[in-house]
């Protein structure tokens, strides 16, 4: 594959960023246990106040990682548009996840997981760090946050 375009600004790929956040409805998380033990699962998700909500039950083993492990990695499933996320956990139950996150969550993907099953918890992921490319020509410039602060 030849690629003709020129890099795109850091203004631009934040704006695709949160463009996709909006988007997508899936997104790959990847968590370890104390272990080290990895897992990567897909699970719905909404882009609320900053951080990325999901949720999934805290038995089986994301839900126990998101919930001990405080850390995730979180992915776009297509290669040629990567947005990978690196972020912090927080693990909150149905009784008090924010009502605000679990309506946008709701709106999103026409689920309360709190009707389903005690055991289902929400996950507040807030970046600490965000990349973004879309070929080999963007590698360069492809942190576009740091630390928890977008760098445009």
Known sequence: MKITEPPRSPEQRKHDVLARFARELDIWVATADGSGLPCLVALWFVWHGESIWMSTRVTNPTGRNLRDGGRARLAFGDTQDV???????EAFTGQDVPPAAVGAFLAKTRWDPRQDSASYAFFRVRPRGVQAWR??????????????????
Request: no cysteine; glycine share 16%.
């Open 83 to 89: 947005v990978l996320v690196d972020g912090d956990v």
């Open 135 to 152: 070929g080999e020509h963007e590698l360069p410039g492809r942190q576009v946050m740091r630390d928890g602060v977008w760098a445009v």
